[in-house]
C-alpha cells in the first residue's frame, strides 16, 4: 500500500495551459503539503493544510491554489502555466504540526512546461 | 533566522569507505533536524531525526548522524558504503508549523 500517492506522475503541457496534480495519503495523518523541487534539487515549501485548513502559504504565484476535500487529499491546481513552473512537486503528509513530526513523501510529479 | 548549509554538492567515496555529509544549521528555536535520502527518480525517504535526548541519532541502512549544539553541526555518516546508498541527501531543520527548511542537498557517488 502506497502511503502518500501522487498522479500523474509525469505531466508535459504547453505554455497558458491549466493543470491539476492529485495528492492522497492513507496514513490517517492531519497535515499535508506541498513542495516544488527546481533543477538544481533544491525543495521548498509552497503549501501546507492541516485539517483542511491553510496553514503555510508561502511566495507562490497565484496561479497556484491548493485544495483540500478532506483530510485524506490535497490537490495543487496551476493556471496559466509558465515555463519556470517546470520541477518536480512533492507532496508530504505528516501526522500535524508539531515540529518533531515526521513528513511522509510522494513519489514527486514531473511538469515539463514547454 | 533558519536555514541549512550542506557542505559539498558532491561526495564521492569508495565502496566500503567512510560515507561523511556535512549539514550546519541555523535556527531561532532550539533545532529538530531531520536527514533524508532522495533515490533517483523517487520521493524522499526519511533516514533519521534529532529532537531531543541523546545527540547521538541511529537511522536506517547503517547511518547515524550527530548533534553538537555548539558547532551547529547534525553530520550524517555511515562507517562503510555500499553501492544502493548512491543518492542525493538532504539536511532539514523544522520550525513552527512543522515547516521544513531543506540544505541544497549532497549527491553521494559510490565507486566500486
Known amino acids: 500500500d502506497t502511503a502518500v500517492s501522487q498522479t500523474p506522475k509525469y505531466l508535459v503541457t504547453q505554455m497558458g495551459n491549466d493543470k491539476s496534480i492529485k495528492c492522497e495519503q492513507n496514513?490517517?495523518?492531519?497535515?499535508m503539503y506541498w513542495y516544488k523541487q527546481d533543477s538544481k534539487k533544491f525543495l521548498k515549501i509552497m503549501f501546507s493544510?492541516?485539517?483542511?485548513?491553510?496553514?503555510i502559504n508561502e511566495t507562490v504565484p497565484n496561479r497556484f491554489s491548493p485544495k483540500s476535500p478532506d483530510k485524506a487529499h490535497l490537490n495543487l491546481h496551476i493556471n496559466s502555466l509558465e515555463l519556470g513552473d517546470s520541477a518536480v512537486y512533492f507532496c508530504?503528509?505528516?501526522?500535524?504540526?508539531?515540529?518533531?513530526?515526521?513528513?511522509?513523501f510522494g513519489p514527486g510529479t514531473r511538469l515539463t512546461v514547454l | 533566522a533558519q536555514s541549512v548549509t550542506q557542505l559539498g554538492s558532491h561526495v564521492s567515496v569508495s565502496e566500503g569507505a567512510l560515507v561523511l555529509l556535512r549539514c550546519n544549521y541555523s535556527?531561532?528555536?532550539?533545532?529538530?533536524l531531520f536527514w533524508y535520502v532522495q533515490y533517483p527518480n523517487q520521493g524522499l525517504q526519511l533516514l533519521l531525526k534529532?529532537?531531543?535526548?541523546?545527540?547521538l541519532v541511529k537511522g536506517i541502512n547503517g547511518f547515524e548522524a550527530e548533534f553538537k549544539k555548539s558547532e551547529t553541526s547534525f553530520h550524517l555518516t555511515k562507517p562503510s558504503a555500499h553501492m544502493s546508498d548512491a543518492a542525493e541527501y538532504f539536511c532539514?531543520?523544522?520550525?513552527?508549523?512543522?515547516?521544513?527548511?531543506f540544505g541544497t542537498g549532497t549527491s553521494l557517488t559510490v565507486i566500486p
Open positions: 535556527s531561532s528555536v532550539p533545532p529538530y
Open positions: 496514513l490517517g495523518h492531519d497535515t
Open positions: 534529532y529532537t531531543t535526548g541523546a545527540t
Open positions: 493544510y492541516n485539517n483542511k485548513e491553510l496553514i
Open positions: 508530504a503528509s505528516s501526522n500535524g504540526l508539531a515540529r518533531t513530526d515526521t513528513q511522509y
Open positions: 532539514a531543520v523544522s520550525q513552527t508549523g512543522n515547516q521544513f527548511y
